[in-house]
């Protein structure tokens, strides 16, 4: 059972470089989302996807794109790197039921020079 | 919109103590209501989670929640902390219709031997 995948697990790029993170699950999930962890502010909400061809901005989506490329997959690229994106990126999944618990992956470790 | 507050951000305990986590919320109805723990350099994974029903939810790890509406909290308890307990601790809330859960700023558990 892989779960949720995310790749890579660590990232260096410099300021205006431009990159994707990608995820992905096997799970038949519905909703996919992306969050980003700074410390003293948990996990802030980036985008998510209630469904496959739905995409929605969450809390701190300036700076970002996503891509719901099909129901296994939630991409989320940065254009044009900035230092202030510097931080652990997750992925997670669940079904659309809304009492349903998330599915987290590892975590992707972002450092923009 | 849903929020949820976790008043300490770290908390010190030595092995073998009780443990105590605070976790408030504020919704209009009756919320969904997560504890996810984090160990390093990992994803989250549920501990557990409260609907419906029964107050006193059980969850792995020896962990328990207790759903008290009249003070809009989760806390969530641990009769004999182990060393490998040492984590962060998120709370998050959900809403009826809503794919967004909130999830609070986290409590970092440091264990003492």
């Known amino acids: 059972n892989a779960g949720v995948t995310q790749t890579p697990k660590f990232q260096v790029l410099k300021t205006g470089q431009s990159m994707t993170l990608q995820c992905a699950q096997d799970m038949n999930h519905n909703s996919m989302y992306w969050y980003r962890q700074d410390p003293g502010m948990g996990l802030r909400l980036i985008y998510y996807s209630a469904s496959e061809g739905t995409t929605d901005k969450g809390e701190v989506p300036n700076g970002y794109n996503v891509s719901r490329l099909n129901k296994r997959e939630f991409s989320l690229r940065l254009e044009s790197a900035a230092p202030s994106q510097t931080s652990v990126y997750f992925c997670a999944s669940r079904q659309a039921t809304t009492n349903e618990k998330l599915f987290f992956g590892s975590g992707t470790q972002l450092s923009v020079l | 919109a849903q929020s949820v507050t976790q008043p300490d951000i770290h908390i010190t305990v030595s092995e073998g103590a009780s443990l105590e986590l605070r976790c408030n919320y504020s919704?209009?109805?009756?919320?969904?209501l997560f504890w996810y723990v984090q160990s390093p350099g990992q994803g989250l994974q549920l501990l557990l989670k409260y609907f419906s029903g029964d107050t006193l939810v059980q969850g792995i790890k020896g962990f328990e929640a207790e759903f008290k509406r009249s003070q809009s909290s989760f806390n969530l308890r641990k009769p004999s902390v182990h060393w490998s307990d040492a984590a962060e601790y998120f709370c998050a809330v959900g809403a009826w219709g809503s794919y967004i859960p909130t999830f609070g700023r986290g409590t970092s558990l440091i264990v003492h031997p």
């Open positions: 919704y209009g109805a009756t919320p969904y």
